[in-house]
């Protein structure tokens, strides 16, 4: 199976720009990740409540599933924003 080159996403400076670029970056990761096991493609992230999610050491770029809100959410520029 071989891998296609991903094209170079732009660099967002707000999270009101957050929902086409990760829409993107999600469904890219989701055609490359592939269970061995039951054949099934599927992506699983991280889950916290928003609690826990306040707490974390974030990284530029981070998308987690927040269980409180029910909602991906992705940290760019300091903030979450929902995806």
């Known amino acids: 199976m071989s891998i296609p080159t991903i094209q170079p996403l732009p660099k967002l ?3 009101e720009n957050l929902m086409p670029w990760a829409s993107r970056l999600i469904t890219e990761l989701w055609k ?3 269970s061995v ?3 099934v ?3 699983k992230l991280p889950m916290y ?3 826990q999610r306040n707490e974390l050491v974030a990284e530029e770029g981070l ?3 927040n269980t409180t809100t029910t909602q991906l ?3 760019i520029s300091g ?3 929902a995806v």
Do not use: K, V
Request: charged share 15%.
């Open 13 to 15: 400076t707000a999270p």
């Open 32 to 34: 490359r990740l592939y």
């Open 37 to 39: 096991a039951d054949g």
């Open 41 to 43: 493609n599927r992506l």
């Open 49 to 51: 409540t928003t609690t």
């Open 63 to 65: 998308i987690i599933y």
């Open 73 to 75: 959410e992705m940290y």
């Open 79 to 81: 903030s979450w924003g």
